[in-house]
């Protein structure tokens, strides 16, 4: 059975960072792409950042250059550290895991982050 957790949520000050945590079970997670999206409540889910099996990274215009993700192949884990953050940050994040960015079959539960003004 496939799981992503995600963790590392949680209520900061604008300006202040995060570093959240997308840990995987039950897939080859070397060779998966991992991507992050995040959604407020009436609106849609927005992609936020991906890599790739080969570590190619690709990020939204919203957090180019305050975003940065990253993989630990041996913990089964991708990191996505958030710094600069700002009130419209707030979402509830959540991981995937696929063959591509494009194709992203499995998701997790998702974690909040609460960004205070």
């Known amino acids: 059975q496939v799981q992503l957790v995600e963790s590392g949520g949680g209520l900061v000050q604008a300006g202040g960072t995060l570093r959240l945590s997308c840990t995987a079970s039950g897939i080859r997670f070397s060779i998966n792409a991992v991507g992050w999206y995040r959604q407020v409540p009436g609106k849609q889910r927005e992609f936020v950042a991906s890599?790739?099996?080969?570590?190619?990274?690709n990020y939204a215009d919203s957090v180019k250059g305050r975003f940065a993700i990253s993989r630990d192949n041996a913990r089964n884990t991708v990191y996505l550290q958030m710094n600069s953050l700002k009130p419209e940050d707030t979402a509830v994040y959540s991981c995937a895991a696929g063959p591509s960015p494009s194709r992203l079959r499995y998701w997790g539960q998702g974690t909040q982050v609460t960004i205070s003004s």
């Open positions: 890599i790739t099996s080969a570590r190619s990274t």
